[in-house]
């Protein structure tokens, strides 16, 4: 079976539509994860154990489990319970956070390297708990871990065609309703593998950069 | 009850079709790992350009478009494969992509003392790396290995959607004739997590026994 340009070109508005969604949901799952990430790292660090633990073990579980089932138990589930979500939302939520458990990580080394001399300081200072994290630790714990979480980011990125499987109508899914009404699946498939690499090159132009610029750590 | 020790036979043969999966899947991308990380630091140009497309194609594009592209696309250019080998095969290649860049960073991890050693004891390339480097170099991989091998095990809920009866098709299958939502899923994700604990003592187990007797030699 050879390419066929113009059927390129007829499909071609059709799976921008779908493009559209993909970035959507990205920016949704990216959002949510970076919020997600940064309460799962602090929550480990209380000094209640009961809560350190649960959320360790939470963030453990999660992260042994595929996406695809979480995104179902999120889009299947939560109804029974009274929580009906637009598939959109539910992809999103689903994205979150699963890497919002990988995120934490990233946070919880960025903290960590944060000399001790800082939050003695804080101590000295007579900052509040509070204060000491909103003002010392976590300006000075985010801009090295950027890097780090883009590539996460990067990472959901690519998962995104999960959500076709949860009816969200993204690029994974465009494609195939196309394939599947022309029976053609050369074109659309090739073309969604072509449109995945190229961003994922453009992204480690971006990396790059971002690494250059947030990635050293000035002492 | 006893319909729903049936439910569970059901998904327990859908285990078994996932830890096949895994298994099958895992020794295919070791075998790419090794290829593609060696060669990427080759002598050879062409070897190393060969390796580096191969990791980056994988890497750039996401696995759920390989699996559909290896099951709907090829059979256009005359190559069928079974559900089955177009999971393995997209499968192995993906994370067999992501361990060739672990492959080679613990290669480049061994220190140039070692080489130079190889030297001195006129060893050839290829003796230096399969009785000094290699061995040194696959206690640094072990670790990131079982990451990987978690990391397939997640992925491999993604066939589902090609038709392979897995545990992630299977808790569907049981969704639709039961009409109950939360049992098939909550199970399922207890399952995936009890093999991703079973792959990471397993690796962990693996390697106490490898560092046996490298004690001292290690830096």
Known sequence: MEWDWNFVREIMPTLIQGVKITILATVLGSILAAIVGLAIALARRSPNRAVSRSVGWF????RGTPLLVQLYFIFYVLPDF???LPPLVAGGIGLGLHYGTYTAEVY?????NVPRGQWEAAKACNLSGHHTWTHVILPQAIPPMIPALANYFIAMFKETPLLSAITVLELMNQAKSVANSYYRYVEPMTLVGAF???ISLCSVVLLRWLEHRYGRIER | MTQWSGYLGLILQGALVTVELTLMGSVLALVMAFLAGIGRVSRFFIVRALATTYIEFFRGTSIFVQLFWAYFVLPF???????????VLALGLNVGAYAAEVVRGAILSIGDEQYEACTA???????GMRHVILPQALLVMLPTFGNNAIELLKATSVVSLISLADLTFQAQVVRSQTGSTLMPFASVLVIYFVLALIISWGVRSLERRMARGLDGVRV
């Open chain 1, 108 to 112: 919880r080394a960025g903290i960590d």
């Open chain 2, 121 to 127: 004891l006129n060893l050839g390339r290829w003796q």
């Open chain 2, 77 to 87: 250019v005359g190559l069928s494969l079974t559900p089955l080998q177009a999971g």
């Open chain 1, 59 to 62: 963030a453990e579980f999660v």
């Open chain 1, 196 to 198: 995945f690499l190229v």
């Open chain 1, 82 to 84: 009274g929580i009906l």
